[in-house]
């Protein structure tokens, strides 16, 4: 093995040597060029390659990478050592960057609420639906590239890199071969990165370009063209797939690429002077969790080669001091910004987006956060942007590429104790008015028919205006008493629980500013129906059964007003998570001034409602955290009015009104113009997207808690909860046992997808 790749290596070396003017010795080191092939993950055996080349005193001269191999290739070319890119790799989240999910905090308030509540979503033109193009748009690995690179951001020409470098990539529209070998480096092995499916596909100079793999998986011939005399290549292919293997769409594309690379390879690695071959058919190439076994396995391979590449540096006689460390900033300067590529969305709103302010030092994590602000808004197929030194700082020339889907169709399915099953049809149209606004409308069909229609323009920095309108329906039986309490109903000793209907029509106008998408300050006036009815008392009161079948008795109305009010909001929300929340603090305040009503119960005066909500959540190990909440409200005024009054009991999210749920108890069971309860949930997650979820509440409601000193007394209610919770494509999926040793009360709650 070791004596036929020695003899090959030598001869190349001494036709070298012989072909070539000499140095003042005599002798002229050979020039070696570096080919790394794509195949994802598996490319990551590249590093460990790396690790023996540079353990053998082998110094590149030119390097040229596919893919995977490109990425691994320019951070080489670029300055990081062997051991340095180890390192790097091996703290980064491939699994995070590749999905591309949008961190929770770079969305706004509107964007939280949206993607919390669908669980698929579709372009819509033309009314005819289509699928998007890719899973991801790949901004997180490139805002992690610019950082990376950011040491030679002002080098265009490749050939000027500390290792001379070219990538290559594929036309997407004419199949040929697009090498690269200048522009912006990051934008450079992006684009020969671009799986098809995986990635959204690149453009750079007004080419639509895809994975270099596609037609060059393995660029020896463009190497050897850069004056490379001796080739090591690493090759990380994949071989063709048994259809035990083929288990998914990226290995079915692969295999279906791979039909030419690997008839390519026959004769390339013929033509490689030192060819290693790592074991990593047992890898995929989206095994990236495994990146420590892959990386060993080029180290392996790379040692069997250790003679060859031994006297290869013998050969070079190089005595130079080896790579220097670099120093990956972590900082920077802009102050200057070019936006290209905004059509639709105007300077102020990307500005905006971004929050950050020209010719301030900010850190990249700031950087990235402004891009992935923008990623969180759906409107750009790809955000791309260029970082050039000008003298003073940096220049950010931000190059825009928007999405021309306008309108989105998105699907939601739910089912819970209180608003049973339910389906939602939702149409989301971008662009509605004018630039930078939204505007949708679900249509929610089940036991209960219900919408919800918002609009929303969104202004950046500056104030942004919104409407909402919400109509809610559901009936659940209560307690009679409960209704006696609180509204003029004549006792009947015979009547223990009644089926209550409520329905609430809630219309708002509002203004918005947001800080860092995660604190809000919201102003707006609001319109509300609310009717509070039972068909129960009528029947009750002498009605035949069998005629109130053919003749449904008439409605007795607690509640038929509509009020009108001034309202006011603060939101604080670094949640994680909305529904299983790893850390993250949670503040939301709501002040509702009621001035006006139509007064169904003739007993208006003005009122109002004053509430608020604080939780942390405290990460007490990898897969353990407890979170901790307590809330409160209270009703400031003499008015005699109670259909706002706070009412405790079930489980869930998103109830409407003052409604608030309470483990150990059922729905709409403690009711009181005031009340203050703290909760507490320990989320054990005991295995991917599996959680065992312990909760206990405690609370005490009545009317005026708060004047009378009782808020701060002993708790009395109490009540707990054990269940599990599932991550699922539809969303959360959650069962609780509830209990509460007051009345001796248990029952089981239930919640599928999405709250809506």
């Known amino acids: 093995m070791g004596i036929k790749h020695i003899f090959s290596v030598l001869s190349c070396i001494l036709f070298g040597v012989l072909g070539m003017a000499q140095t003042p010795d005599g002798e002229t080191p050979p020039k070696i060029g570096l080919v790394l092939s794509g195949g994802g993950a598996k490319g990551l055996a590249h590093i460990g390659a790396l690790k023996v080349i540079e353990e053998a005193g082998v110094k590149v001269d030119y390097i040229g990478g596919t893919s995977m191999g490109a990425i691994v290739g320019a951070l080489y070319a670029s300055g990081y050592s062997a051991h340095e890119l180890d390192s790097i790799f091996r703290v980064t989240d491939f699994a995070e960057l590749i999905q591309d999910n949008v961190p929770r905090g770079a969305k706004t308030f509107y964007e939280k609420e949206d993607s919390e509540r669908y669980a698929l979503g579709l372009p819509f033109t033309n009314f005819s639906v289509s699928f998007p193009q890719a899973i991801s748009g790949g901004q997180n690995i490139y805002n992690e590239l610019v950082r990376l690179l950011f040491h030679v951001k002002d080098v265009h020409d490749f050939e000027k890199l500390p290792i001379p470098f070219l990538c290559v990539a594929t036309n997407v529209e004419t199949g040929e071969e697009v090498l690269l070998d200048h522009g912006y480096l990051p934008e450079a092995i992006m684009a020969s990165g671009t799986f098809p499916s995986l990635f959204e596909p690149s453009e750079i100079d007004g080419t639509i370009l895809i994975d270099g793999g596609v037609v060059n998986n393995y660029p020896i011939d463009k190497v050897k063209n850069m004056g490379a005399d001796v080739i090591i290549g690493v090759d990380v292919q994949h071989n063709l797939s048994t259809r035990e293997s083929l288990l998914s769409a990226t290995e079915i594309l692969l295999q279906i690429n791979n039909y030419r690379t690997v008839n390519d390879m026959k004769k390339k690695s013929e033509e490689t002077d030192v060819y290693i071959r790592p074991d990593i058919d047992k890898f995929s190439v989206i095994d990236f969790g495994r990146s420590k076994e892959i990386v060993k396995s080029g180290e392996e391979a790379a040692r069997n080669k250790i003679q060859e590449l031994q006297v290869l540096a013998q050969s070079q006689n190089y005595t130079g001091m080896g790579k220097k460390n670099i120093q990956i900033m972590d900082s920077l300067t802009i102050n200057r910004m070019i936006i290209r590529g905004n059509d639709l969305y105007t300077r102020g709103y990307i500005k905006g987006k971004l929050r950050f302010n020209l010719a301030e030092k900010i850190s990249f994590e700031d950087l990235k956060q402004g891009m992935n602000n923008l990623s969180a808004t759906g409107n750009f ?8 030194s000008n003298g003073l700082g940096t220049d ?5 590429k928007e999405d021309p889907t306008k309108m989105f169709l998105k699907l939601s399915a739910h089912y819970d104790d ?6 939602l049809i939702n149409l989301t149209k971008k662009n509605l008015f004018m630039k930078d606004d939204v505007g949708s409308f679900d ?15 969104d202004k950046g920095y500056y104030w942004s205006f919104g409407i909402n309108s919400r109509f809610t329906d559901f009936d659940e039986e209560v307690d009679f008493g409960l209704i006696r309490s ?4 004549r006792n009947d000793p015979n ?7 409520v329905t609430d029509l809630t219309n708002q106008i509002y203004l918005q500013t947001v800080l860092q998408e995660e604190f809000a300050f919201t102003i707006g006036a609001e319109h509300k129906l609310l009717r509070y009815s039972t068909r129960t008392l009528n029947q009750l009161e002498g009605e035949d059964v ?3 079948l053919i003749d449904p008795p008439e409605r007795t109305f607690f509640e038929n007003s509509n009020y009108f009010s001034a309202f006011g909001k603060i939101t604080l929300d670094t949640y994680d998570d909305k529904y299983f929340p790893t850390k993250g603090l949670y503040f939301d305040s709501d002040f509702h001034l009621y001035l006006f009503s139509s007064d169904f119960n003739d007993n208006f005066r003005e009122f109002s409602i004053a509430k608020t909500k604080l939780g942390t959540v405290i990460p007490l190990s990898h897969n353990l955290s407890f979170n901790i909440e307590a809330d409160g409200g209270v009703k400031l005024g003499t008015s005699a009015v109670t259909s706002f009054d706070f009412v405790l009991g ?3 999210n998103d109830f409407v009104n003052n409604f608030v749920p309470f483990f150990g108890y059922d729905f709409l069971s403690l009711a009181g113009n005031s009340f203050v309860k703290a909760y507490g949930r320990l989320d054990y997650r005991f295995a991917p997207k599996n959680h065992l979820l312990l909760s206990a509440n405690f609370a005490n409601v009545d009317d005026d808690l708060f004047r009378t000193g009782e808020w701060f007394s002993e708790p009395t209610f109490s009540g707990y909860g054990i269940g599990y919770g599932f991550e699922s494509f539809i969303g959360p999926i959650q069962v609780y046992y509830s209990w509460t040793p007051e009345i001796k009360n248990d029952s089981i709650f239930f919640s599928i997808g999405y709250w809506f």
């Open 381 to 388: 197929k790809a955000i791309r942007y260029e970082l050039v």
């Open 396 to 400: 950010l020339i931000l190059k825009l």
């Open 418 to 423: 209180l608003y049973k099953s339910a389906a």
């Open 443 to 457: 249509f929610i069909l089940g036991d209960h028919i219900r919408y919800n229609m918002q609009y929303y323009l």
């Open 486 to 489: 609180n509204f003029d109903v």
């Open 495 to 501: 009547i223990r629980q009644i089926n209550l209907d």
């Open 546 to 548: 069998e005629e109130s």
């Open 650 to 652: 079930g489980f869930g």
